[in-house]
T-cell receptor
Framework: DQQVKQNSPSLSVQEGRISILNCDYTNSMFDYFLWYKKYPAEGPTFLISISSIKDKNEDGRFTVFLNKSAKHLSLHIVPSQPGDSAVYFCAASGGGGADGLTFGKGTHLIIQP | DTAVSQTPKYLVTQMGNDKSIKCEQNLGHDTMYWYKQDSKKFLKIMFSYNNKELIINETVPNRFSPKSPDKAHLNLHINSLELGDSAVYFC?????????????FGDGTRLSIL
């Protein structure tokens, strides 16, 4: 039972354009959401997060949008750069305590020159 | 200077053996975790430790046992290894046990069972 879903296994975007990665969740107890970036043979690297009390959080080229009623979040990267090519994981937590993160399956972003 | 480090990076062993994976964090964090990434690429929580106390334990076989000598270390011991244990195991840490803390990951240990 996937509680966090990333329905696009891969996404190809031209350098300089906007990359939009999507994520859906089913568990209404989730109230903290994160995006991680992962290169091959490395661990996930924290990118940006958002609390459920907000609908947008921005950090440089990265912006995360949260639509709580739709149980949907997205990560916007603009402008996309070659170094952004990686697998992006959406993750969620909630319920209090040291809850582990629940991850999506990841989206492989490929930035084309 | 590596924040969360795991050793070994690769581990190849026979079925039935016992093995350990070590994890250390130099971030001064209070909470550490172990995750398993299976062949379908899902990352799933296995354990977490907060101030040396186990606080969650998902449906993991009791052949897996986390051991924390101090808050900077969380080792994973696996007894009687099975083929299905082949996966990448990631260690992570967070500042405290609050749910709204980002977790920082090590580079993973790829375990292959022959």
């Amino acid at each position: 039972d996937q509680q966090v879903k990333q329905n696009s296994p891969s996404l190809s975007v031209q350098e300089g354009r906007i990359s939009i990665l999507n994520c859906d969740y089913t568990n209404s107890m989730f109230d903290y959401f994160l995006w991680y970036k992962k290169y091959p043979a490395e661990g996930p690297t924290f990118l940006i997060s958002i609390s459920s009390i907000k609908d947008k959080n921005e950090d440089g080229r990265f912006t995360v949008f949260l639509n709580k009623s739709a149980k949907h979040l997205s990560l916007h990267i603009v402008p996309s750069q070659p170094g952004d090519s990686a697998v992006y994981f959406c993750a969620a937590s909630g319920g209090g305590g040291a809850d582990g993160l629940t991850f999506g399956k990841g989206t492989h972003l490929i930035i084309q020159p | 200077d590596t924040a969360v480090s795991q050793t070994p990076k690769y581990l190849v062993t026979q079925m039935g053996n016992d093995k350990s994976i070590k994890c250390e964090q130099n971030l001064g964090h209070d909470t550490m975790y172990w995750y398993k990434q299976d062949s379908k690429k899902f990352l799933k929580i296995m354990f977490s430790y907060n101030n040396k106390e186990l606080i969650i334990n998902e449906t993991v076989p009791n052949r897996f046992s986390p051991k924390s000598p101090d808050k900077a270390h969380l080792n994973l011991h696996i007894n009687s290894l099975e083929l299905g244990d082949s996966a990448v195991y990631f260690c992570a840490s967070s500042q405290d046990s609050a749910y709204n803390q980002p977790q920082h990951f090590g580079d993973g240990t790829r375990l292959s069972i022959l």
